[in-house]
């Protein structure tokens, strides 16, 4: 029964704040009747209150409570004690359940305590997660210190020049990085130029480092571009090794010339009119052929279209994926193409055909 009457206090205490003053536990439970919260429970919590409490069960959970308030005398349970008390194991009735009782609104009195009158002066203070100087700001203007408040104000002016400085570098550090990994073009600096971008001078070695990391570790497959030509069949995996200035030598003498190209520029007819002695020079060298790569990305229609319109006298295929892969930043450029070594060849411009006739020579081990 101690159990029983333990929770029902317990649930009263919790469901009404506002009715029941006393924060009720085991040890408070002997005298609570006689300190008239049940008094003030049964005046408040009526038919008609706004308590929320359902007015037709609340007057059997209080005659229940006084009923076992005087058979057991409420003698307090300590957590974890056995039943020492006979009546409460003979009872096994379930516990009624109690709606929850909102609060009781404060009276105008309570409000004014709680808040201030609404007449008084209202203190203007900064935010509690503003910087210090912006906190100590406030104060000093409210305490009427305007020497403290002018300090405050230099320091927090000093501060926003540091934090556009910041926002420059962080600027800074995030292009010099695009450019680092082929994302970017590279700035070209000019010998006799007296000034250049501290951070750029700062980040040099880290730059050459990454650079240098990223070409070791980009492997490029390209089959999916090099099979959209006709000619090539069952193209195995193509990855790029790293790119230097050498041109790389084939050992079956196998070269495709890949040409990267902005199809909507006015200059593109020029292309096309220059490599039609390239395909007359090498049509019967079955290890040679050469493809165009679009700027953008066309339908099977489309990229006919362009092809005819341009007068292009090799094969068209979309390149704008394979452009990205590659870091293709300048257009127009080649890209030559060891089909056995997997190794690339590069240079950002339309090359003569006779610079191309040597570069394959070349590729092909003839030095």
Sequence with gaps: MRIF?????ACLVAASPGVLSAQVTGDDLKGFWNRGDAAKFLGEVTPNSSNGLMYRDYPVVVD??????????IIPVSAGENHKNPSAIEDN??????????????????????????????????????????????EALNS????????????????????????????????????ALGMRTPQEIKADESVINPTRAELHELMLRTHAEEES??????????????????????????QGPAIPVDPEGKVKLLVFFDEQDETSKTIGES????????????NFSVIGLTRRTYTLA????????????????????????????????????AMTSKQTYRLEEIPSVERIEKTVQAMRGAR
């Design 64 to 73: 229940q409570i006084k009923e076992r308030d005087q058979a057991a005398k």
């Design 5 to 9: 009457l333990s929770v029902i206090c």
């Design 302 to 337: 489309g990229l006919k279209y362009r092809g005819a319109a341009l007068s292009f006298p090799f094969p068209l295929v979309n390149g704008e994926a394979l452009a990205l892969d590659l870091r293709i930043v300048r257009y127009p450029s080649v890209v030559f193409l």
């Design 144 to 179: 009427g210190d305007k020497e403290l408040a002018w300090q405050y104000a230099l320091a927090l002016a000093r501060r926003k020049v540091e934090m556009q400085k910041q926002v420059e570098k962080a600027t800074d550090y995030q292009m010099l990085a695009m450019e």
């Design 275 to 286: 490599l039609k002695n390239l395909k007359e020079k090498f049509k019967n060298d079955p």
């Design 217 to 242: 570790r980009r492997r490029v497959n390209i089959d999916e571009a090099l099979a959209a030509e006709a000619a090539y069949e069952n193209p195995a995996a193509v990855t790029r090794a790293p």
């Design 93 to 138: 009735q379930p516990a009624p359940q109690v709606p929850a009782v909102s609060s009781t609104p404060l009276s105008r009195d309570q409000i004014l305590s709680k808040f201030g009158s609404p007449d008084e002066p209202q203190v203007i203070r900064a935010q509690k997660d503003a910087p210090p100087a912006m906190q100590g700001l406030f």
